[in-house]
């Protein structure tokens, strides 16, 4: 008999440890885990959409008359540094529709104050290379920026955000710092107005950034929301991946959801081998977390 007297072996060999399994008593003790909260992606209403800016040049050069609805070079192109002034100075959200073709960025391109989509050809195809390691773009607060079908490449923070910020089916590889870096009331104050900013990543891939300080791929002071994405060999100080921090301040941020993701191969020279974590409500469902380290 087990400790408890009952006989054994209750199957066809006795099972290790003091207590035979009981199929029934398992069965009577299980509860199901409680169903998680619908995925919310997005805490903005959705603007007004604007008007569609297609870019035919792979060049850089200014928009000649900002304001007038027109993307248009002095040479006539609409390049992308061309369609972000113009959709700065329209109402509502514009898309920027990027032809396939690598576009090599070689100043910072101008500021995003308005609500704004810049659409790409697929990854692989469309590609947007920083070509010195620095920022690439910045988006301002109160904003609605999506950035779609894209690779993101070559910057040291890509993209800098204090607005509310999409990247979906993108490929964010070989930058040299948080290569999303969203900070929201960070030293400084957040218009009272606002709703509380947030990142959202879905179907996305992050390879190969490598950051002197924290959170190569991501860095977060605000919300943070990921769907079905990759997180693969990125290097950092703290959190080899993502690190986030709730905003001083800010009694909602630092709310983080991961799920249907995967992180690998990523590492930390301090702590969290994938994800640091710092002030902030994390939850995490259906991800693999494989062989990632703090060294």
């Given at each position: 008999t087990d400790q408890r007297g009952v006989a054994r072996p209750a199957g066809a060999a006795c099972?290790?440890?003091?207590?035979?399994?009981?199929?029934?008593?398992?069965?009577?003790?299980?509860?199901?885990?409680?169903?998680l909260p619908p995925f919310v992606y997005a805490s903005y209403p959705t603007p007004a959409p604007g008007i569609i800016l297609t870019v035919d040049s792979l060049a850089s050069g200014a928009d000649t008359a900002i304001g007038d609805g027109i993307c248009a070079t002095s040479g006539g192109e609409c390049t992308l540094q061309a369609a972000i002034e113009e959709s700065n100075a329209l109402v509502g959200q514009e898309t920027v529709q990027l032809p396939a073709g690598t576009i090599d960025i070689s100043s910072r391109l101008p500021d995003i104050t308005d609500h704004l989509i810049i659409a790409g050809a697929g990854v692989g195809q469309t590609i947007l290379n920083r070509l010195s390691s620095s920022q690439a773009v910045y988006?301002?607060?109160?904003?609605?920026?999506?950035?779609?079908?894209?690779?993101?490449?070559?910057?040291?923070?890509?993209?800098?955000?204090?607005?509310?910020?999409?990247?979906?089916?993108c490929l964010v590889q070989n930058n040299?710092?948080?290569?999303?870096?969203?900070?929201?009331?960070?030293?400084?104050?957040?218009?009272?107005?606002?709703?509380?900013?947030?990142?959202?990543?879905?179907?996305?891939?992050?390879?190969?950034?490598?950051?002197?300080?924290?959170?190569?791929?991501?860095?977060?002071s605000g919300k943070l929301t990921i769907d079905d994405s990759l997180f693969l060999n990125n290097q950092g100080t703290?959190?080899?991946?993502?690190?986030?921090?709730?905003?001083?301040?800010?009694?909602?941020a630092g709310d983080i959801v991961i799920r249907n993701s995967r992180f690998e191969g990523n590492t930390a020279q301090s702590q969290g081998g994938a994800i640091r974590s710092r002030w902030s409500r994390i939850q995490i469902s259906n991800t693999l977390f494989l062989n990632n380290q703090a060294t």
């Open positions: 099972d290790a440890g003091a207590m035979e399994y009981d199929a029934s008593v398992s069965a009577r003790f299980w509860r199901p885990e409680p169903a988006t301002d607060y109160s904003t609605i920026v999506v950035f779609r079908d894209l690779t993101l490449q070559g910057a040291s923070r890509f993209i800098s955000s204090k607005g509310h910020l999409t990247i979906e089916d040299s710092d948080s290569a999303i870096f969203a900070f929201y009331n960070y030293g400084e104050t957040m218009p009272v107005a606002d709703p509380l900013p947030e990142v959202v990543v879905r179907n996305c891939t992050f390879q190969n950034n490598v950051g002197a300080f924290n959170g190569p791929a991501i860095f977060s703290n959190g080899g991946a993502i690190y986030t921090t709730g905003g001083a301040g800010v009694t909602e």
